[in-house]
Structures are given as C-alpha cells and as structure tokens.
C-alpha cells in the first residue's frame, strides 16, 4: 500500500522556490529519508505533507487522502514533530502528554494508555511532573518524540528527530522509530546525519534547490556511486 | 473532555502562571494602601482644621472682638502672632505650620465700626505643589467669609432686630427639581451631572481593563506558540480551526476576567476611599433590567470584537515579546472613542468625528451606558447589530487565516518586508 505520494510539487514563498517540482512516493511501514542541503526544501515537504502548508502546484496524498481537500482525514492519521519544536511551557509534562493524547483518544482508558506509553518512550520518570521550562534539550526532544509516537500514527513526520541530541539520546530514539516502523508506522523523517539515515531508513532521497535528485535503498545508493558511506553519496551527488 | 475544553483548559494553565498572580496580588495591594492613604489625606483637608495666624496691626476693641470670633470656629486653628510687619509674621506662622495668615491694617476697627469697606491682607502659605497643599490654602478664604458672614448678620440685626438675619440676607431659598424622561425628580443639575460623570467613566474603564487584558492574554498565547512552534503542532491535530481559534480565545477570555475581577475590585476599594459617601439616587435616570442586559450585551460584543482583532494581530506576532507591542493597535482603538466622549457628547459632535467615532466597535458600550439613562434605545441596538456583523466578519478572517499558510508563514513574510 502506498503511504505518501508526492507528484510534481511545487511551493513558491513569494519569489523563493522552496520546493520546485517533487515526486516521490512512500510505502506503508517504510521508513523513509529525505536528505538535503540547507535550505533544500526538505521542512517545506515535510510542512506540506502534514497539511500545515499549502501546495502551489501538484499534488500529496496520504493513504489516498488528498492533503488540502481532505486534510482533517489526513490529521486523523498522521503525527508531526516540527524541527527544532518546544512545548508549552508552564505545563508539565505529563500535563502536555494528557493535552495532546486527549485529541486522538476516543475515551478516558484509551487517552490513559496513550500517556502510559508516552511516559515509557521518554523515559524521563519523575521529571515529567516538572514544568517543560525546566527541561534541557535532550529531555524536550525526548518528551515531543515521545508525543508523536504515543499515538501509534498510521504515518510519523519528523523534521531532524535527532538534531541536537547526544549520541546516546540519538541513538535511543532511532531504535524507538525501528520498533514503531516494525508495528506498523510509516515514518518520513528528515536528518543531516549521514550515518543515522544509512542505518534508520528503508529507502531515501536526495533533495536539493527543491528537486529530488535521487531516490533508493542505502545499499543501492553506495552501490551506484561507488561510494563507501552515504556521506559521499550525499558529495557526489550535491556538488 | 471535549476539543474545546482540552485547548480552553490547556490555556488557562499555560497563561495563569505564578508570575502572572503574584503580579496581580501586588497590584491590589498597592491600590489597597495607595487608596487607603489617600483617602486619609483627603479626610483630613476637607474636615480637618485649617491652621490659620492673625496678625492684629489695628488693636481696636472691634478688632480684637473680631478676632475672638474667628478663634472660636470651630473649623479653624487660630494662632494669633505679635509681630512689627508682616514679614516677622510670616516668619511666625509658618513656624506654627499656618497655611494662611490674616492681617488686619491699622484703621481696621474703625472702618468696621462705621460699615465702611475694610481691607484684610490674606498670605496664602504655600509649601508645596501639590494639590492637598494648594486645596488647604485656600482655605483661608473660608476664613474671610467666615468673618463677612458675622458682621454682615451684625449689621443686619441692628437694622432689622425683630428679624432672623439669615432670611435677610439669603430672601430666596432654591428649591432644585429636575425634569427628565418625562417625570419630576428633587436635586440639582450638579447631581446629574455627576451621576453621568461616574457612568460615563466607569463604563469605559471596565471596557479599557477588559480590553486590554483579554487582548493582551490572547496576544501572548499566540506569540508564545509561535516562539515554540506549538502551533504547527496544534494545526496538524485532528481538530478544526474554528475550535482552536474559539478555544483561545476562550481560555484568554477566562484569565482576562479573572484579572480583570481582581483589578476592578481593587481600583474599586481605591476609587470608593477617594469619594465622599454623599452619593445621589434619581430613579428616573436610574437603569431598568433590560437596560443592563443592554449595556451587558454591547460590552461582550466589544469584548469580542477585541479578541478576536488581537487573535488576528497575533498571527503576526512572532515570539512574546513582539507580542507586547501588538496590542498597541487595539489599545489606541478604545482610546479614540474614550477621549472623544469624555469632552464631548455624540449628539453634538461634528458628523466627521461622529462618523469616526461609530466606526470604531468600542465605542458603542461607551454611547449605551449614556444613550440608556436617556432611554434612547435606537443608537444602542443599532451599536449592538453593528458589533455583531464586525465581529462575525472578522472571525470569518480568522478562521481563514487560520486555514491558510499565513497562520504559519506571516512571521517569515514580515521579517522580510522590512
Ligand atoms: N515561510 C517562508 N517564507 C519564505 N521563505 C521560506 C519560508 N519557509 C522556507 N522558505 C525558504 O524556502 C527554502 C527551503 O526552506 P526549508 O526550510 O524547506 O529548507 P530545509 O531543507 O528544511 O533546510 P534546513 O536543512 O536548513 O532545515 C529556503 O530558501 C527558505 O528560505
Ligand atoms: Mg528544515
């Protein structure tokens, strides 16, 4: 089954071309990459995807729902972690968790499950009854990723899920994502990190000036290029 | 829970912060001790005793009769001083914290005792600007009536001594009635004219707090989603703008009323030291059950033609501190109207400024708190249907907006115009 199809998208800001003609598609339960130079036009995707902007021309549908026409049928499935996000501030954080779960769970036990669930995936224990504006970074990332995922989306869109965050706190939410993307999410995510995307994602794509260049498997990718990490695919391919 | 209590909920605990109530409470008791001590002061200058020194130059009998009079007022603290002129007198009397001094010129006894025109030299002492110093000083001309007043009931009785020289003097006693919507009412004009004065204050003074608080607290929680990127988060939930929109609205609306409550009940205590309790009821100017459920009506309209510009405004805002200067805009809106009104009255104002005036929504709960003493019903429900259109228009641009990638982008976009 097809997750997201992308076909020929565009998204002007004004005179700026963020995105010039994109298409890609991504198959449930994948996990997918997109990768890019700053200012690629990934953020611009991932925002239009999630129904937050509008395209200027062409089409994405997810699970055959159309992301403008249909875009509250879209929100039903999907979670969206903008880049470098926050929380609100002056909640605590399982206040937060019982904010956002309440929009998704049909009643009372369903919404409990939801933050019993987020809670583990944060793994920040007694801290989640302290104010967000105490949090470090790590914690704050932990806690929205937590957020999107407690949900089980049908689709997780997750703009740079690492950025920021220590080795450890990375590598941690990169095996939460495997274990979701086996029970089912589809994930499209976006990284500058060249070895996180060659150990996460099913399949990637390369975007640059808001064209996709390439598309594939990791494997694929280094085989083509003759290249011995994506990093140098990522090289090859930009300059 | 419904959406709509979720986001309403969330509001409130995300804006009634510590911070924000600690504020509150040194606000109340500053109004609390300012009025306090104010109303003291004020206590003390009308009923207290005005300090006053004599300085006889004239030494007649009549002079010194005179003097003995005024002494036993009992209104006055007299203090009379010997001295060679005026100068060491005053040296004198400000010793003795006298806030006027009286001097009687030689020859004074015998103009009197001929009820010719005499003269009495009054130095007022001031010590200060302030407004209590000049009010006590001029209370020394309570003094010089004080004494006019004696000699003319003197004078009086050695003319006409089978006469009570009180209905000499005054011949004519008003008695004030008012004519208004149609019935009679004992009082004076002045009284009206106060009446209207705390009317035509109090209305808009509610409306400028609530205003400025509601707009200020959704403006906030929209700068304070922007800043964190909760709102792009917020927008892809599975629930409409509509709901988003009237759930912060919401939310700002509560905390706004609950400020504004705590406010009103603290500038209330401040305001209630400062007046004297001789307050006036007229029942014909007094307001009906419908005439509240009036002015209550225009008041939740203006209120919500406030939030939801300022819902509008915070789209552009970027982070809470810009949010700070949003407010700006609305805050002049109610101002326009406020002054306007306090110089001038609608059914006399030049049409270019009437025309202004009924443009800007805020100004109709401060024309129906007047237009309803006078029961003039039309310019109230003509305020209310055009508050209710301005409003509806505006939250169809709202949620527009709200549909839109403005919502999202209006930051970028005017970041860049600059
Ligand atoms: N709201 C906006 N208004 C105007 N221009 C924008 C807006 N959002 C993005 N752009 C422009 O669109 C282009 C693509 O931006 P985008 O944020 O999608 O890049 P990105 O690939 O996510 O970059 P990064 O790796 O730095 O996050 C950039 O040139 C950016 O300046
Ligand atoms: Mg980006």
New interface residues.
Partial sequence: MIAISVEGLEKN??GVKAVDGASFSVSAGEIFGLIGPNGAGKSTTL?IV?????PSNGSVNVFGHDVVKEA?EV??L??????????????KGI?YLN??A???AKNREEREQMVKRAVELSALGERLNDKISTYSKGMMRKILVARALMIKPKLAILDEPTGGLDVLNAREVRDTVKRFAKEGTTFLLSSHNMLEVDFLCDRIALIDRGRIVETGKPAELKEKYKAANIEDVFVEVIS | MSHLTNILWKEVKELLTGQMIASMLIMVVFFVIFGSVMGNVQEEAISGKTSIALLDLDGSEESQRLTEMVGSQGNIALTVVSAHGVEEALKLAEGYDSNALLVLPEGFGEKIENMDNADVEVYAIVRGLGIMDTMSSTQAQVAISIINNILAQEYVKKAYPDKEPQSVLNPIVPKNFIFIKGAINEGSPEAIASLLMGQSILVPVILMIAIMFAGQMVITSMGMEKENKTLETLLTMPVSRGTIILGKIGGATVVAFIMSIVYLAGFGYYMYSLTPSNSISMPALSMGVIDYALLGISLFLAILVALSLSMLLGVYSQDTKSAQTMILPVTILVMIPFFLLMFSDYTTMPSALLAVMFAIPFSHPMIASRALLFGDYNIVIAGIIYMTLFSAILWLITVRVFRSDRVITAKLSLRRRR
Avoid at chain 1, 50 to 54: A, D
């Fill in positions: 800001f004004g925002r999630s129904t937050l902007l509008q509250s929100r039903k999907i979670s969206y972690l903008p880049e470098d996000a926050g929380a609100y501030k002056n909640l206040e904010f956002m309440e929009f998704f």
